[in-house]
């Protein structure tokens, strides 16, 4: 079979010499972020976003993620932001959208368990976060019927 490093194993006799044997590697899988945001607006409640394609989908959680797998949150589906948004930190001054502070209340690594762009399609992601606060399997499941509600559950399927 040929590929990047046929030239490469050609030029030796591996029984002959300690060379490292011409194996290509999986690439490491590339950790996508994600951050909860808790944003001090007219009503308190927590922005979670995760990377996807070069933007942060978001949904906002009035109580906020829970690491209790009985407890299930809602959270409505806002517009994607972009990716700088993700430590983004401040007052949004009043007269303007979302007017309030936004602290980022948790901040780190995400990793999906699921196609991403069908799960979006389907009204199921699966992901594993690595947080701060928030570690483990996770679940954004769409409400039926209800365009933009989803809710975020803790799987209990892991440690
Ligand atoms: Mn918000």
Redesign the pocket.
Known sequence: MKNSLTHYAKKRNFKKTSEPKPTIKKAAKAFLHFCV?E?K?SHL?Y?FRLEHKGILLSW?IPKGPSMDPKTKRLAVK?EDHPLSYLDFEGEIPKGNY?AGS?LVWDIGYYEPLDDVKIGLKKGHLKFILQGEKLVGIFSLIKLKNASDNWLLIKSSDDV
């Open positions: 945001q944003h607006a409640h922005d906002a806002v979302g936004v």
